[in-house]
């Protein structure tokens, strides 16, 4: 992927000191025959049965001589001698060794990338090598040498789109002024003017090189033969823009940006940019205008929001702020709710003091409200006062001339109060009836179910039924019972194929110890055997609050929620197959909110937007899948085809490098891809 905003964050070089320490240890077998112990290890390599008694007879002699000879077989020492065999093409040995650390679960991004070492060495399958590369990797991404090692690999087989991105990640890893030069040379060398698409890349990655190494005059020299390769490159136009701000040339940096909005006006990011570069100058009220520009297209950017914020933080109270953010809301007004709501934003925005502010002055505004309902309350008081005085200086004068007749207004309180008690007591005494009616239902749909349940455990195995009802039998008569005793019923019924029984026993336990995670956990495990998801999710949640380190409830959870998401997506395919596209989206609008960042509902909800020609909506969908999960590769094809539908071929083009980039196993998509990017490719490289 191309990366597009400027990192300075040195990274920690673990692979590096990995294999620094390995070389300064004591070697392996500086005491014994190297011969004899290079061959049992060959042998044991080329064994496929480790049970076999060839393979145990072969450990127990190699095992032999350590403990004779006092080897160092510490997995430090084993490391070292990799490198040995390694160097000396004893790579049956190495392997053998490699293989047994894997097992061990020891330095596994080490040890696979050394397996691909010795794949690159002895055998003539690239896609093999670069497997075990990318193996190592996944244990450790910032494992530069594996990644370099990638990049070699694909430049050399031709493939140097993919190339040139591990090239980029490796500057990004690596602070090795060894590894930087000799990049720096492939580079130089690599260059071919003619080849305008690699060119345009290769230049780009040493325009990274040179920033990384703060030799900032030939980055941008760098960049700039880049872009006067391809001109049409807004994202490297986007990078160098970056470079500019990052360094304080904000003048330069809204040019470039200026320059990118002509052709694309409607590019958030790059307007975000301008906004900011322009706040920089002091120009306020045009980057005031230019954060407006971007929530008249997308209200929701979080990035306009805080730079609006940021323009008006020391200017205007908090709930005027709000109100100029939310402009484009009618009848909008900034009250305790919406000052919480958007300090909870500043907080994700990693402004805690601001977040701060805003609490005190929604605590504010509910102090005043308070006092507000307070005065009101007081004056009805007072008012009801007065109405009693008049009533009862009323009802003095009428008892003077009428002494048996009630006034009018007392009569109609009277009757009004009875007819809202009598109203009350009615309406109390539905709700606790419909209560008792739903809980005597409940109980009787669960009676059904344990009936069923039980009739199947017992005809499945009488007698072992029969065994765990005298345990039962044996539980039931223990008194007091508390939440132990309860769970350990649960259990039982669980065992003996009644989960419904053991779900009402472990709700019992609950009475007894409500704060208990495992008692949740357990809850949460049987509505997920009995495939009722949703409750499972409950309580399972409940069980991780209450204990963050219930490691068994957080798996659990994770499984529930992907079974949740699997049966919205299916329900919601469902009905885009059957072209029913307006409840395939009601679908999976409503797991969104649940799930807002679940690639794959993004990704099927922008299938559907497809049919329904909604272009603009697809795109969003299909970016934010991308940004959730950056491998998601169908989303870069999907994308690519959406752009290409708006008549956006260069930045379909760019979409469909990323898909290739990402390695897809389907041929035959990347064979249609292939020939796009060829396509595209000659009008804009």
Do not use: W
Request: aromatic share 10%.
């Amino acid at each position: 992927m191309r990366s597009r905003i400027l990192k300075n964050v040195k990274l920690t070089i673990i692979a590096g000191f990995i294999l620094h320490l390995a070389i300064s240890l004591p070697s392996f077998a500086d005491s014994v025959n190297l011969q004899e112990t290079d061959t049992i290890r060959a042998e044991l390599s080329s064994i496929k049965d480790k049970k076999s008694p060839q393979y145990t007879k072969a450990k127990q002699k190699l095992e032999k001589i350590i403990s004779q000879n006092k080897i160092d077989y510490s997995d430090e020492a084993r490391l070292k001698d990799i490198e040995r065999l390694i160097k000396e093409q004893k790579f049956n040995t190495a392997t053998y060794e490699l293989n047994d650390l894997i097992e061990n679960g020891t330095q596994l991004d080490l040890c696979y990338m050394l397996l691909g070492d010795i794949s690159a060495k002895s055998a003539n399958n690239p896609k093999k090598t670069a497997s075990l590369y990318k193996e190592s990797l996944k244990y450790n991404q910032q494992n530069y040498l594996a990644t370099y090692k990638l990049a070699k690999l694909y430049l050399r087989e031709n493939k140097n789109i993919i190339g040139i991105e591990y090239l980029k990640q490796t500057i990004q890893n690596t602070d090795d002024e060894n590894i930087l030069k000799e990049i720096e040379y492939i580079i130089q060398n690599k260059i071919m003017p003619q080849d305008r698409y690699d060119a345009n890349n290769l230049y780009e990655a040493l325009g990274e090189l040179y920033q990384k190494q703060n030799r900032k005059a030939d980055s941008y020299i760098a960049f700039n033969k880049a872009i006067q390769i391809n001109p049409n490159d807004i994202f490297l136009k986007y990078y160098l823009g970056d470079l500019y701000f990052c360094d304080c040339k904000d003048k330069e940096a809204t040019s470039v940006y200026d320059d990118i909005l002509k052709e694309y006006p409607n590019d958030t990011m790059i307007r975000i940019s301008k906004a900011k570069s322009l706040a920089n100058e002091g120009n306020l009220l045009s980057a005031e205008k230019e954060f407006k520009i971007i929530l008249e297209q997308n209200p929701n950017s979080a990035q306009a929001k805080y730079g609006l914020y940021k323009i008006y933080e020391r200017k205007m109270p908090p709930d005027k702020i709000l109100e100029k953010i939310y402009s484009n809301k009618k009848n909008y007004t900034a009250g305790q709710k919406e000052c919480l709501e958007f300090a909870d934003f500043l907080e994700e925005m990693n402004d805690s003091k601001a977040a701060e502010n805003y609490r005190k002055f929604a605590a504010k505004l509910d102090e005043l409200e308070k006092e507000k309902q307070l005065a009101l309350i007081k004056a009805k008081e007072e008012q009801q006062k007065l109405q009693q005085e008049t009533i009862k200086s009323k009802q003095n004068k009428t008892e003077k001339t009428t002494p048996k007749q009630e006034t009018t207004e007392i009569k109609k309180t009277e009757k009004q109060n009875q007819i809202s008690q009598t109203q009350n007591k009615k309406n109390e005494q539905e709700k606790q009836k419909q209560i008792s009616l739903n809980e005597k239902k409940q109980k009787e749909y669960e009676n059904k179910i344990i009936r069923q349940e039980r009739q199947k455990a017992i005809s499945k195995d009488p007698k072992k039924y029969n065994e765990y009802k005298l345990i039962i039998d044996k539980y039931q008569k223990l008194n007091p019972k508390d939440a132990s005793i309860y769970v350990a019923i649960a259990n039982t019924y669980k065992l003996m194929g009644e989960p419904t029984s053991a779900l009402r026993n472990y709700r019992e336990a609950q009475k007894f110890d409500p704060t208990n995670s495992d008692i949740y956990y357990n809850i949460g495990l049987t509505y997920m055997e009995l495939n009722s998801f949703i409750s499972a999710k409950a309580n399972l949640m409940k069980s991780v609050n209450l204990n963050k380190e219930n490691s068994k409830a957080i798996k659990l959870l994770a499984f529930v929620n992907q079974k949740i998401i699997t049966q919205i997506i299916n329900s919601a395919y469902e009905k885009y197959e059957k072209k029913d596209y307006i409840k395939s989206e009601s679908i999976l609008n409503d797991g969104l909110k649940s799930y807002p960042k679940n690639p794959q509902m993004l990704y099927y909800r922008a299938l559907v937007y497809d049919a329904m020609n909604r272009n603009a909506a697809q795109i969003i969908d299909l970016q934010k899948a991308i940004e959730y999960d950056p491998g998601y590769y169908m989303a870069y094809y999907q994308l690519g085809k959406a752009y290409e539908k708006i008549n956006d071929e260069r930045s379909a083009l760019v979409a469909y490098e990323k898909f290739l980039s990402t390695e897809p196993e389907e041929k035959d998509l990347i064979n249609e891809v292939q020939k796009k990017v060829i396509a595209l490719g000659t009008k804009y490289y």
